[in-house]
């Protein structure tokens, strides 16, 4: 017999020589075969061993990315709960000294209004950068607090949409004409106008209220003062060599004032227009339906309007229930073009510009005036009848009488208004 030869072989040359022909390649063959049968036999093993080995480690990393995903929903549930109770305990906590918050927020807001009032007169062209601090700091405090109230949807709003843009220009682009002339409208267009159609109100004793009259207000006085006191603006306005004031360089085209000062702005509205309606009527349509206590500037209107019943309620009627929300778009829309057209001779005359100022500060100071005297002390009133319903009856402290002194003055000031 042949020795050292591999199954893979011919025979030997003694066997090939004894066996027959057509047996022999019979053998060969048979033999040929069942070598190639057991290389891919072992190739299929190998594969299917290689294969499993993937497959159960894509297997174990899904496991992984699953538990993962679980303990950070977890933990992250766990979180929302543990702020959510420190703001319920800081809420309490702030309702008990209620009346000492109220008088240090009403010396900060004073102090801080005369402050500005201050720098306002003394460095007009650096009060800009008073305005960016300010938006910065407190804009993202305000959506905290609103987050937890479930008013955050008030932050898509147009005043904040354009503030946004006020920021990018002040601090990016201060030397961009166009872009100052779109934020000029804005400022002094649905913003200032929105300062007095709404009634906001200068409450010193409010950090919510100041800050939603210095969103409306500070940003025509920034560009006010860029507009008409700023050095910068001087020296364009007034050539060298010359003795009177000159125009604003390009006052000249009236064009180009339209263009930038409506057409621009208005496309700019518009584009904030289609996206507010994309976000809250069709992206977060469920959300809002599921929860009622969830607020947006279209909620708030219309529970007002409807429990008022007054004009606005009716005229957005006008088309059925269903169709309420385009006619809200639509009011404000006619809104926004009636306000950014009146921008046009606010920006060409200062006289004007100085006046419609006052007239912004004087409503938010006279708005102030009314919810102090006429709102704030039937808030308190119900406080304390909410108060004397939760708790069990105790001998009446000397507030307590004082607010019961209050509520039969007010009574009997509406009865004899009455006759």
């Known amino acids: 017999m042949c020795r050292g030869r591999s199954r893979n072989t011919d025979l030997c040359p003694r066997i090939k020589q004894k066996t027959p022909p057509l047996l022999y390649h019979l053998v060969s063959g048979l ?24 497959k159960q480690r894509f297997k174990d990393r899904s496991q992984k990315v699953v538990q993962t995903k679980a303990i950070m929903s977890k933990k992250a549930v766990q979180t929302k709960e543990m702020l959510s109770k420190q703001a319920v305990k800081i809420a309490k ?3 008990e ?7 240090v927020t009403h010396l900060l807001g004073v102090l801080g209004f005369g402050g500005f009032c ?14 960016c601090l300010f938006y910065i700091i407190f804009v993202p405090l305000r ?30 682009y201060p030397k961009n004409e166009k872009l100052f002339m779109v934020c000029f409208s804005f400022a002094e267009g649905p913003l200032a106008w929105a300062l007095i159609v709404w009634r906001c109100s200068l409450v010193f004793n409010s950090v919510d209220k100041i800050v939603s009259v210095l969103i409306h207000l500070l940003p025509g006085l920034v560009f006010f003062t ?13 050539p060298e060599g010359s003795s009177r004031r000159a125009s604003w360089p390009y006052v000249e085209d009236k064009s180009y004032l339209l263009t930038w000062l409506f057409l621009v702005p208005l496309g700019a509205y518009t584009l ?30 219309s529970k007002k309007a409807q429990k008022a019943n007054n004009i606005w309620w009716r005229l957005s009627g006008l088309l059925g229930d269903q169709n309420r929300m385009f006619m809200y778009i639509a009011f404000q829309t006619i809104f926004t073009v009636a306000t950014m057209a009146l921008t046009v001779p606010i920006f060409l005359s200062y006289k004007l510009h100085v006046i419609f100022q006052i007239l912004k500060i004087s409503a938010a100071i006279w708005n102030g005036g009314s919810f102090l005297l006429e709102v704030m002390p039937k808030q308190v009133i119900l406080k304390e009848k ?8 105790q001998p009446q402290r000397p507030q307590d009488q004082s607010l019961v002194l209050m509520e039969n003055s007010i009574e009997t000031n509406r009865s004899t208004e009455a006759s």
């Not at 479930?150 to 990016?172: E, G, M, Q, R």
């Not at 909410?386 to 009856?393: D, H, L």
């Open 118 to 131: 201050f720098l306002l007169g003394a460095r007009p062209h650096d009060i800009h950068y008073v305005y």
């Open 31 to 54: 033999r040929k075969r069942k070598g190639t049968m057991s290389s891919d036999e072992t190739v299929e093993e190998t594969n299917g061993d290689s294969f499993g080995k993937v």
């Open 143 to 172: 959506w905290i607090y609103y987050r937890f109230k479930k008013w955050h949807y008030y932050l898509l709003d147009f005043c904040y949409y354009a503030n946004t843009i006020f920021l990018v220009d002040l601090l990016l």
């Open 93 to 95: 906590q702030a309702e």
């Open 386 to 393: 909410k108060k004397a319903e939760i708790q069990p009856a």
């Open 226 to 238: 860029i507009r008409w006191w700023n050095p910068e603006s001087f020296a364009a306005m007034r």
């Open 97 to 103: 000294h209620e009346r000492f918050i109220n008088k």
């Open 272 to 301: 904030w227009q289609v996206l507010y309606f994309l976000i809250v009527n069709v992206l977060r349509r469920q959300r809002l339906l599921r929860d009622p206590e969830v607020m947006t500037s279209y909620r708030e209107l």
